[in-house]
């Protein structure tokens, strides 16, 4: 993969970013599952682990992603809302992960989490919850692959978007433009077939989607559907 001057390895960039989020998969069929997503079209997996500490919830670990990883060759986007993602950055950087987004929550810890991402040669994701503040976030938009805006309180799959974080998204939205910067802009949680649209209009280039895509029967189809309506979104009318 290429690596930039600064040790940041450089993926394709393009328009619109799909991530089916494994937390709403069969568990009891994970390699199926794996295999699933990567036939559905979709651009990345994104894989949530919960440490019952950051977030009232556990869900999986490196051994899993390790695990699945031959099953699937779409980039592993792994969000860690994790209370100590130091001990966990180079498992899941060993078990493939390609892009690994950790909490701003955690405060002055932060920067020292950037630069070991940046050291194990992944991408680097800054994830914010709901009730944070934006402005946590604008010391890191320089150095971040992707600001991940999290649109439910992390911790569980199927919760109800909040439609008070549309505003963080065009916030996001301004400063990558007025600073002429390149960060990703993702949304995760409750994304469907209708929300994918106000997100998109404020800015969002990335939709995280768990229930809504691994849900269906026919996974390909809901992926397209969901990116064809997130382009029909931005697309101005002729
Ligand atoms: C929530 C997780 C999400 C979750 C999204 O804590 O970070 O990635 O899997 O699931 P849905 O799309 O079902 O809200
Ligand atoms: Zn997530």
């Known amino acids: 993969m290429p690596v930039d001057w600064m040790g940041r390895v450089s993926l394709p960039f393009s328009p619109m970013i799909i991530a089916p989020s494994l937390l709403a998969s069969d568990f009891t069929r ?3 599952e794996a295999a699933r997503a990567d036939r559905s079209g979709a651009d990345w997996l994104h894989l949530d682990i919960m440490d019952g500490h950051f977030v009232p919830n556990i869900s999986f670990g490196p051994a899993v992603a390790g695990a699945i990883r031959p099953l699937n060759k779409l980039i592993f986007d792994v969000h860690l809302m994790c209370s100590r993602p130091e001990i966990l950055l180079e498992p899941f950087a060993r ?4 892009r690994l987004t950790v909490h701003v929550e955690l405060g002055q810890r932060v920067t020292a989490l950037i630069w070991k991402i940046r050291s194990l040669h992944k991408e680097i994701g800054l994830a914010i919850n709901p009730p944070t503040a934006m402005q946590a976030a604008e010391p890191f938009l320089g150095e971040v692959d992707s600001l991940l805006v999290m649109t439910v309180n992390p911790g569980f799959g199927g919760q109800s ?9 065009q916030q996001a939205a301004a400063w990558r433009r007025e600073r002429g910067l390149n960060y990703r ?9 209708e929300t994918v649209a106000q997100c ?3 800015g969002a280039d990335t939709f995280i989607s768990g229930t809504c895509l691994f849900h269906r029967r026919n996974l390909k189809a809901a992926v397209a559907k969901l990116r064809k309506l997130a382009e029909a979104a931005v697309t101005p009318a002729p």
């Open 95 to 98: 078990a493939g992960a390609d």
């Open 200 to 202: 998109a209009r404020a």
């Open 161 to 169: 978007f909040i439609t008070e974080t549309l505003p963080k998204i």
């Open 30 to 32: 994970l390699g199926h």
């Open 185 to 193: 802009i993702a949304v995760d949680g409750g994304i469907d077939f």
